[in-house]
């Protein structure tokens, strides 16, 4: 068995925007590609769309949300008459929790009846999906791509930046990242 060593069509670009001294404006290119994959994964449907009891992992984000922004801290993460763990109670550790109040703050400013206590259950609208579509977005803008991008630095340094961009795509395209995140609304 043989393996080419031609670059790729993506090592060919990078390479080129190396050598041509455009490396900030290769940067760019980067990041709006994989902000535009994320966005385009979230527009396709999601588990649970439309199908009660449960509706899948966007009512379990979204109900996150509500719990955080109308129970005290104390009773997130235990069975109370307004917080039935059996109804996707909060198990994720405190600071997803936090990320839930901030971004549910922003969704009872938007839509205040997406995050009412116990009366939300089951709650969809496009303005909804669009919000938690882009709470996840940000939270990539925010912290995993940046922390990635600081992790490629690390290994490669400011001479191989071809290698770094190319290790920063193959880690936020991986399909499983892509389609956990933000074809179900995860924040991990």
């Not at 999601?46 to 104390?74: C, K």
């Not at 198990?91 to 009872?108: K, Q, R, V």
Request: contains cysteine.
């Amino acid at each position: 068995m043989t393996f080419s060593t031609e670059a790729t069509l993506l090592q060919r670009g990078l390479q080129y925007l190396d050598k041509s001294d455009e490396k900030r404006a290769g940067m760019w290119l980067v990041w709006l590609f994989l902000v535009l994959m994320r966005w385009i994964v979230g527009l396709h449907s999601y588990s649970g769309e439309h199908t009660p009891p449960m509706f899948g992992d966007y009512e379990a984000q979204r109900h996150w949300m509500e719990i955080t922004i109308n129970l005290p801290v104390s009773d997130w993460y235990f069975n109370t008459t307004s917080n039935n763990l059996m109804y996707w109670g909060l198990d994720y550790p405190p600071l997803t929790a936090y990320i839930s109040f901030l971004f549910g703050h922003a969704a009872d400013t938007m839509d205040s009846s997406m995050v009412k206590l116990t009366s939300s259950r089951g709650f969809e609208s496009a303005t909804s999906k669009v919000l938690m579509r882009t709470s996840v977005l940000l939270c990539d803008v925010m912290l995993f791509i940046p922390s990635i991008y600081y992790m490629s630095s690390v290994l490669y340094g400011s001479e191989q930046w071809t290698r770094r961009m190319t290790f920063l795509l193959l880690v936020l395209l991986q399909p499983a990242i892509l389609l956990i995140d933000h074809g179900h609304f995860q924040v991990h």
